[in-house]
């Protein structure tokens, strides 16, 4: 889709269709559970990290259809479009927006690395070491293990949604 055609409004934005899927990624990753039970710190740092992490998990199970893998990139760019936009919310200027958003997109491509290898290992040890060392807990600590089970329990989901689905953000019900 070329700048004028979205300018002019002439085309649709490729990326409406995934917005149901984005909006719900946001939601999961806001579940009280998270933060309550599994002691991930309620912060900026660790809503960013439960972001991440559901997003991981949906992309990884978008890259494993041959019909989602093409769009994984259009949702990529609703995440980077949200960050940019909370970015600039919270005060940081156009000069260092770049620098912050390689550093975001940085954590993305590491957590999605992190977890495949987790996930490829078929058990819960590896991925609650992944999560020990990338999620910021509370003070008072963190529960790794709940939270390992929750998100290996919200990737099986992923894994029993038809790509239409997972398309129209009906996953986690």
Request: proline fraction near 2%; glycine fraction near 8%; charge should be negative.
């Amino acid at each position: 889709m070329s700048f004028l055609s979205r300018l002019f409004g002439t085309q649709s934005d490729p990326r409406d269709a995934l917005r149901p899927l984005w909006f719900r990624v946001v939601e999961i990753s806001r579940l009280p559970e998270y933060y309550a039970r599994s002691g991930v710190a309620d912060s900026l740092d660790g809503r960013f990290d439960m972001v991440v992490n559901v997003l991981s998990i949906t992309l990884l199970r978008m890259e494993a259809s041959r019909n989602l893998a093409r769009k994984s990139a259009l949702l990529t760019e609703l995440f980077v479009d949200d960050m940019d936009g909370q970015l600039r919310e919270s005060g940081v200027g156009d000069i260092v927006v770049g620098k912050h958003m390689g550093k975001l997109m940085s954590a993305l491509g590491g957590r999605i690395g992190a977890l495949r290898s987790a996930f490829a290992s078929n058990g819960l040890d590896e991925l609650r070491s992944v999560l020990e060392r990338n999620v910021h807990w509370r003070e008072d600590g963190g529960d790794a293990a709940d939270l390992s089970a929750r998100l290996a329990a919200l990737r099986d989901d992923f894994a029993s949604r038809s790509d239409e689905d997972v398309l129209a953000g009906r996953i986690a019900q």
